[in-house]
């Protein structure tokens, strides 16, 4: 599903380049569950935006489902980011004016889905999350924990093959943690990836395979 | 995606920052207001004066002495002039095409009479300047059809001056005193109104030849002349110019304008002065656009982690760009629709206290008001919509 071959990604500031992700080769199955664990800096974030298709390689090639991402359009990517891959970050991104439902709406409603089919998908994701009572709930009327099932549900209304997390614990308490880390396993369903970035070990150690990463490296797999 | 939908999405963000929203779409709304009231009134004081020369029919041409440019003072261009006379006027009479034509002489005296006086316009003129001036009579009759040349001592009052000389009784057949001339009252005309501020109610009409005499001058201000039809009005004017260059030993020194000229005078006047006057309106609205601008470029960069979030949610680039343009528009609307019932509505309330105050919004500047406030959320949105699309979501997700 996920193939990288000699994937590199460096940006210019100022006079001097920064090597974020440098010669990364991998290769993640349909249905794994991989935790990415690092140093802040290391290129955790760069990687995972690579996986996403929210950025491209300067050199080396990335193959979502055999397609090349380095050679899509930024509106393919667009396309693929919508109708195939979920994201959760660490500080949630939820729209504060809008209610969980609308939130979790959101990417259906840019993909042109039809209100009412919206509002019925939007609570079964809610519920899915077991906030199938806070439909009406503003974020700034929810805990921490809440807002970030809020975005899981928002991140997997569009049944997405790829699901990405970075650092979904970071900004919560143990127990919300291990509630939205249980969440994300069970929503694993079927064949669905998820890759989760985390500094936290409880969290990695629930993966099937640790990726550990130093200066834009994969310095050490285990499995 | 369905538009409407993305407008409701896009009056949620307006709605999150109401205060700001409001006060951007108030420029807007203030500079469309402006345009509206200024045209209004511009419309308004054209109707005016296309109502004050047309209630005298739209068939009518003036002769005035000397040559004129367009509008001014006679008589400033060219040395002598040869005078207007009653043979003129009677020489323009047979001209075929002119239905009637009024010799006229005007001056100011004092009418006195029942022990009363009042100073007022009189006009010496024939039978035929009632019909010519659409002027109908109350009661009596108007001057009777005799021969210009000939004095008499008849008098015709107007409504106002009756009204004041002769409180309670019927003034027909009573007598009035004009410097010194006495005239017996032979009719009361019909309330006129105003014409470009002079009070025509409040005048007399006494026969052309008694008025030269009264005023002792030996030539006329002005010949009237009424074409048949309004087809006759250009080979009249035409055939007038002929004739009394002719008469005038080959000068020509008179001039000849026809209420189409006029009018059209007049409107080109007032045109001038409502695109100018309407000029200020747009610059209000120019303002009202800067102020969009520039709440639409804080907003995308007080917003950008949404945009972060909605691109890596997969909404497309151009999209984006359009989410911020809409925006935008639906703004400046919203201003320009306020501005334009702000206008509406002062307009209502002049004409109610005021009635028959001048206010005429044309249709076409309704249209032209809204056109207005949405190319101006167009163009006040395309930079900062530009700026939104081209945000690089993985910077905008990096931090809180
Ligand atoms: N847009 C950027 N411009 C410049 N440097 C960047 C940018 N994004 C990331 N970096 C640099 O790349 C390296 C990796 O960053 P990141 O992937 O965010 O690390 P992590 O997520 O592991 O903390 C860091 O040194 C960071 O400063
Ligand atoms: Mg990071």
Redesign the interface.
């Known amino acids: 599903m996920i193939e990288l071959d000699d994937v590199c990604r460096s940006y210019t500031v100022g006079d001097s380049e920064v090597h974020a992700v440098q010669h990364v080769s991998l290769h993640i199955g349909a249905g794994e569950h991989v935790a990415i664990m690092g140093p802040s800096g290391s290129g955790k974030?760069?990687l995972l935006?690579i996986l996403?298709c929210?950025?491209r390689p300067t050199s080396g090639v990335y193959r979502f489902r055999g397609r090349d991402v380095g050679m899509l359009s930024?509106?393919e990517r667009?396309?693929?980011?919508?109708?195939e891959?979920g994201?959760v970050?660490q500080?949630f991104?939820l729209?504060?004016?809008?209610t969980a439902g609308?939130n979790v709406e959101?990417?259906m409603?840019?993909?042109?889905v039809p209100?009412s089919e919206r509002t019925r998908r939007a609570t079964e994701a809610l519920e899915a999350v077991g906030l199938g009572d806070r439909i009406h709930h503003r974020p700034d009327q929810l805990s921490g924990g809440q807002r970030q099932r809020v975005a899981i549900a928002?991140a997997l209304v569009?049944r997405p093959s790829l699901l990405l997390a970075d650092e979904p614990t970071g900004n919560l308490d143990r127990s919300s943690a291990e509630e939205v880390m249980t969440l994300l396993e069970r929503l694993r369903a079927g064949d669905r990836t998820l890759i989760v970035v985390t500094h936290d070990p409880e969290v990695a150690r629930r993966a099937q395979r640790i990726i550990r990463m130093t200066d834009g490296r994969i310095e050490e797999e285990r499995v | 995606m369905r538009g409407l939908e993305l407008v409701f999405f896009v009056i949620s963000a307006l709605r999150g920052q109401r205060l700001r929203s409001f006060l951007s779409a108030l420029g807007v709304g203030i500079g469309v207001a402006a345009v509206v009231v200024l045209t209004s009134l511009g419309a308004g004081a054209r109707q005016y004066v296309m109502s004050q020369f047309t209630q005298f029919g739209t068939n009518l041409m003036a002769v005035d002495p000397g040559r004129v440019k367009t509008m001014g003072m006679p008589g400033v261009l060219g040395g002598t002039t040869h005078k207007l006379t009653i043979d003129d006027a009677i020489a323009i009479g047979r001209q075929p095409g002119v239905a009637k034509f009024v010799p006229v002489v005007t001056g100011q005296g004092r009418v006195v009479g029942n022990g009363r006086g009042r100073s007022v316009f009189i006009y010496g003129v024939t039978h035929d300047a009632a019909a010519a001036w659409k002027f109908s009579v109350a009661q009596g009759r108007f001057l009777p059809p005799i021969d210009p040349h000939r004095k008499a001592s008849y008098i015709v009052l107007g409504p106002k001056l009756a009204h004041e000389l002769f409180p309670e009784s019927s003034p027909l057949g009573r007598r009035v005193r004009v410097a010194g001339w006495s005239f017996r009252v032979i009719g009361v005309m019909t309330p006129k109104g105003h014409f470009l501020g002079f009070d025509l109610d409040d005048a007399a009409y006494i026969p052309v030849a008694t008025a030269k005499a009264l005023f002792n001058v030996d030539e006329l201000n002005e010949i009237d002349v009424l074409a048949a039809s309004s087809d006759a009005i250009v080979p009249i004017k035409r055939a007038l110019k002929t004739l009394l260059i002719k008469r005038h030993r080959g000068q020509y020194d008179f001039t000849i304008t026809t209420q189409d000229e006029m009018l059209a005078t007049f409107g080109r006047v007032i045109g001038v002065i409502t695109v100018a006057v309407s000029g200020i309106g747009g610059i209000s609205l120019f303002v009202g656009a800067m102020g969009i601008l520039t709440i639409m470029w804080i907003s995308v960069n007080e917003r950008t982690s949404e945009i972060g979030i909605l691109r890596a949610l997969g909404v497309r680039r151009g999209t984006v760009e359009r989410l911020f343009l809409l925006e935008s528009v639906v703004l400046a609307a919203a201003g320009g629709t306020g501005g334009l019932a702000a206008g509406l509505g002062l307009g209502a309330v002049l004409r109610l206290a005021v009635p028959g105050f001048p206010f005429e919004t044309p249709p076409a500047a309704i249209a032209a008001a809204l056109g207005m406030s949405v190319i101006v959320g167009i163009a006040s949105g395309v930079v900062p919509a530009r700026r939104a699309a081209s945000l690089n979501p993985i910077e905008t997700l990096r931090e809180e």
């Not at chain 1, 667009?78 to 109708?83: A, G, L, P, T, V």
């Not at chain 1, 729209?95 to 809008?98: C, Q, S, V």
């Not at chain 1, 409603?109 to 042109?112: S, T, V, W």
């Open positions: 974030s760069t935006h996403g929210l950025d930024d509106d667009s396309h693929m980011r919508q109708h891959i994201f970050f500080f991104y729209l504060a004016r809008l609308a959101l990417p409603l840019f993909a042109g209100k928002r569009m």
